[in-house]
Nanobody, 127 residues
């Protein structure tokens, strides 16, 4: 099994930046796809970004493309989500998730494709 722990959330003003981290432990693999999802207050969980560990291919939701960057550190088994130009609508609980491919460009954006989830970290962007 894989354990995922998010960190780095907090309160930031609109236009500011935050960097989230997700540390993986247990039966980790270089074949994992690591995804970021978020759940705004009163809304369903939604896809944010993902990275394919094998070749570092990245995927982004249209709402964050150009502002957020997902990356990884192989030595630390950690994935990062750098969030710039934050907006109030980015306020949500952010979750990291992991699964082993094969995963298509479509299914990589679906929360149903992931078996392992972190506990979430709160990000609040004030207007």
């Amino acid at each position: 099994q894989v354990q995922l722990v998010e960190s780095g959330g907090g309160l930031v003003q609109a236009g500011g930046s935050l960097r989230l981290s997700c540390a993986a432990s247990g039966r980790t693999s270089s074949s994992y796809v690591m995804g970021w999802f978020r759940q705004p207050p009163g809304k369903e969980r939604q896809f944010v970004a993902a990275i394919r560990w094998r070749d570092s291919s990245t995927y982004y939701a249209d709402s964050v493309r150009g502002r957020f960057t997902v990356s990884r550190d192989n030595a630390k088994n950690t994935v990062y989500l750098q969030m710039n130009s934050l907006k109030p609508e980015d306020t949500a609980v952010y979750y990291c998730a992991a699964d082993i491919p094969p995963m298509s460009a479509l299914t990589i954006r679906s929360m149903r494709s992931y078996d392992y989830w972190g506990q979430g970290t709160q990000v609040t962007v004030s207007s």
